[in-house]
């Protein structure tokens, strides 16, 4: 038989895996000379080249033998000590009932929590909009999704209330909730304290779980409490996520989970069967650099040049937009939301004219499980250059411009 077309191998789940059409897009943008506003890239700018240097000679030198080799599935002992210590000056409670397990970046945390805690047809909460890595991760246990609005103060916990009691009448039973609750990507907003302690309290009536995914916490542009979910609820029931990825490199695909220890221990099983374990040599790599304060220092770094370019994005913006688009002002993170004046007009079909001028962005319905966002598109600020950042907003204003006529 002919191998043209090999679709009789292929097993079902495949179909489930939506390719990310960000993944999609940076080929297309990396193959021509466009701005892309698209990924979430760090700013290479932020990369601590010469410190890491440094470190990967004394770890090879001083601990070689045991970094270039296998390690434990929950990682590396002395970086999971130094990861605490990290968390615990962040705010991140990490209780004498949690345990911390080391992920390859935190995407392969959400495919672990999907492998393990999600069977088909199971509720799952995401907001609207929500990230689209987890999304397309948790979409391959075919949950039901439920879809919650956002505002400026986060996921609406009212509305998610009204939702949950329609549901439990109906006799069915959220399992877990998904949420990015400080500088949130691609909204760019922060849920309010208030918001975050009526969540950790429909959790607790409802009994579901909630999955905080925190890349972010570090860039916020304005004074924010950033106090976690997971220090908020006392029962065990937040599984926080996070990762070095945005805050030293995510070259080094590093995240990891604090779960309550029976979670991590269905976790470590998973991982197990994915990848063994998260590379030894980069879990040495960032245990010397939390522990000499490389870590801290890009962040500071980063966070300065972030707020500027979310500046020369916003003033951009209000400089060239066409009359009509809404964005979002974002408190913290990496993105800006961008709405169209009009109702019926899609951003992914506009993707190719707007590629063909030279920009490129997100569509935004990937990020809505609801099947709503055609209007919308998600802009990264954190990549390009400033003169970039003003170059790409004059085109994609034209682009728009020129759709409306
Ligand atoms: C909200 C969110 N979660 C998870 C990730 C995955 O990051 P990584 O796998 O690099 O840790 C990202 C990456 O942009 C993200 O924005």
């Known amino acids: ?235 065990g029931r937040v599984i926080y996520v996070s990762t070095l990825s945005k805050i030293l490199s995510p070259g080094f695909r590093i995240g990891w989970i604090v779960a309550h220890n029976d979670i991590v221990k269905e976790f470590e099983k998973c991982k197990q069967s994915l990848d063994l374990h998260t590379p030894t040599f980069t879990q040495y790599l960032s245990a010397e650099a939390l522990r000499t304060g490389i870590v801290n220092s890009v962040i500071e770094k980063a966070k300065a040049i972030y707020k500027r370019k979310k500046d020369v994005m916003l003033e951009a913006l209000e400089d060239y937009m066409v009359p009509g688009c809404w964005w979002s002002r974002p408190v913290g993170g990496l993105f800006v939301m961008l709405r169209l004046p009009r109702e019926d007009m899609n951003t992914s079909e506009m993707l190719l004219d707007a590629i063909e001028a030279g920009v490129a962005y997100v569509p935004g319905a990937s990020f809505y499980v609801d099947g709503s966002g055609a209007n919308t598109m998600r802009l990264n600020f954190s990549y390009p250059k400033e003169e970039q950042i003003v170059e790409g907003i004059k085109i994609l204003s034209n682009v728009i411009k020129s759709r409306l006529q």
């Open 1 to 235: 038989m002919s191998m043209s077309n090999v679709s009789r191998f292929i097993a079902r789940r495949v179909e489930l895996m939506r390719s990310s059409e960000i993944r999609e897009l940076l080929k297309i943008v990396g193959s021509r000379k466009v701005i892309s506003l698209a990924g979430g890239l760090p700013d290479p700018q932020t990369f601590p080249k010469e410190e890491l240097v440094r470190i990967c000679s004394k770890v090879l030198m001083e601990r070689g033998d045991s970094a270039l080799q296998y390690s434990p599935t929950k990682g590396v002992d002395e970086f999971r000590y130094e990861l605490i210590k990290f968390l615990s000056n962040k705010g991140v409670k990490v209780s004498k009932d949690d345990d911390l397990i080391v992920t390859t970046g935190s995407q392969q945390a959400l495919h672990i929590i999907a492998l393990t805690l999600i069977d088909p047809k199971d509720y799952v909460v995401m907001e609207l909009p929500s990230y689209l890595g987890a999304i397309n991760a948790f979409r391959l246990s075919e949950p039901n999704f439920i879809g919650i609005p956002l505002d400026d103060d986060g996921m609406n916990t009212d509305i998610l209330e009204v939702r949950l009691r329609r549901l439990y009448a109906e006799g069915k039973k959220v399992k877990l909730l998904y949420t990015i609750p400080i500088a949130h990507n691609p909204a760019g907003v922060t849920m309010s304290l208030d918001r975050r302690k009526h969540l950790v309290e429909l959790a607790e009536k409802y009994d579901f779980l909630i999955v905080e995914d925190d890349p972010y916490s570090s860039f916020t542009y304005e004074p924010t409490d950033t106090t976690p979910l997971k220090s908020l609820s006392s029962s």
